[in-house]
């Protein structure tokens, strides 16, 4: 079973401090890698969107890496704003069609 | 564009009653699925479909029906709602190829549901 860990479940960082989250799978097996926003009463909104076969995807101030092979993902915001401030998620769509989901990094950026 | 609505946003139910939560996209999506969320467990599926009239199975299917009679539509039956059925959920849909949802996902705004 794809299990996904989403590590800090929290962070707090000074606006304008470049940061990481960090997702990690279990099974390598995937079609593709998503991170999504949540931010409090909403819900989730698609950030990138990673296939299998590509290495990185780029929106922005956001990137996103992808390494199968080690079961990793990170996503890297440049130059955090107040506005960053949300729950940030990933999840893995595996062999069986279905979407795992990582717990989430509630990220707060303070101005 | 709507994207994918959900009705209700909020609902309240007794043991024992059922009701529909409703799902709607107007993207031409042939996948879509119900997640719930809760505090600590993260989002887990319940149901998903792939298309007109194919549904399965998630992780926590027991206790819900769906159907898919059109592209556009996915409800999610309670059938009689337990107090364990409290919960956010969460109606999403995306493109399907290959045998797989390879694009990216679109989510509804949730529906906060209270089982009392």
């Known amino acids: 079973k794809q299990e996904v860990t989403q590590i800090p479940a929290a962070l707090s960082v000074p606006e304008g401090e470049n940061l990481v989250l960090n997702c990690s799978f279990t099974d390598s097996a995937i079609y593709n890698l998503q991170w999504f926003r949540q931010d409090p009463g909403k819900g989730l909104t698609s950030l990138l969107l990673?296939?299998?076969?590509?290495r990185e995807q780029t929106s922005g101030r956001l990137n996103a890496s992808l390494d199968k092979s080690s079961g990793r993902s990170t996503l890297y915001i440049a130059a955090s704003q107040p506005g960053d401030s949300a729950t940030y998620l990933c999840?893995?769509?595996?062999?069986?069609?279905?979407?795992?989901f990582g717990s989430g990094t509630q990220l707060t950026v303070l101005p | 564009n709507a994207g994918v609505t959900q009705t209700p946003k909020f609902q309240v139910l007794k043991t024992g009653q059922s009701m529909t939560l409703q799902c709607a996209q107007d993207?031409?999506?042939?996948?879509m699925s119900w997640y719930r969320q809760d505090p600590g467990m993260g989002l887990r599926l319940i149901h998903y479909s792939v298309g007109a009239g194919i549904t399965d199975q998630g992780e926590v299917p027991n206790g819900y029906n769906v159907s898919r009679s059109t592209t556009e539509d996915f409800p999610l039956r309670l059938l009689s709602a337990a107090p364990s059925q409290t919960s956010v959920y969460f109606c999403a849909s995306s493109f399907f190829a290959g045998g797989a949802n390879t694009g990216e996902l679109f989510f509804g705004e949730g529906s906060r549901l209270t089982v009392l």
């Open positions: 993207m031409n999506h042939e996948y």
């Open positions: 990673i296939q299998s076969s590509q």
């Open positions: 999840a893995v769509t595996g062999s069986a069609r279905q979407l795992t």
